[in-house]
């Protein structure tokens, strides 16, 4: 079993900055590793994915340019610096361990609003 644990969430200005970080319990080097997010009475999103050596990123269109998904194998830890925001990237952000099995965690709420 892995555990996956998300933190960094909280409430923000519409053009404010927050960086999410995703935490494993056990490695995440052979992984793809993924964000996403649910807005309420919408269907969960990817927002990015990061490869196993960093190699490919991939995002949403609606938040490239402003968001940039990272990883740090060593303390198999992935982050997503989320830049610019704007009250519809309100949402519960989710990061996932890509594999034969997905790992999900419980999430971290993003409030983005005056």
């Known amino acids: 079993q892995v555990q996956v644990v998300e933190s960094g969430g909280g409430l923000v200005q519409p053009g404010g900055s927050l960086r999410l970080s995703c935490v494993a319990s056990?490695?995440?080097?052979?992984?793809?590793m993924g964000w996403y997010r649910q807005a309420p009475g919408k269907e969960r999103e990817m927002v990015a994915t990061?490869?196993?050596?960093?190699?490919?990123?991939d995002y949403a269109d609606s938040v490239k340019g402003r968001f940039t998904i990272s990883r740090d194998n060593a303390k198999k830890t992935v982050y997503l610096q989320m830049n610019s925001l704007k009250p519809e990237d309100t949402a519960v952000y989710y990061c996932?361990?890509?594999?034969?099995?997905?790992?999900w965690g419980q999430g971290t709420q993003v409030t983005v609003s005056t």
């Open positions: 996932k361990r890509q594999g034969i099995e997905d790992y």
């Open positions: 056990r490695s995440i080097n052979l992984y793809t």
């Open positions: 990061i490869s196993t050596g960093s190699r490919t990123r």
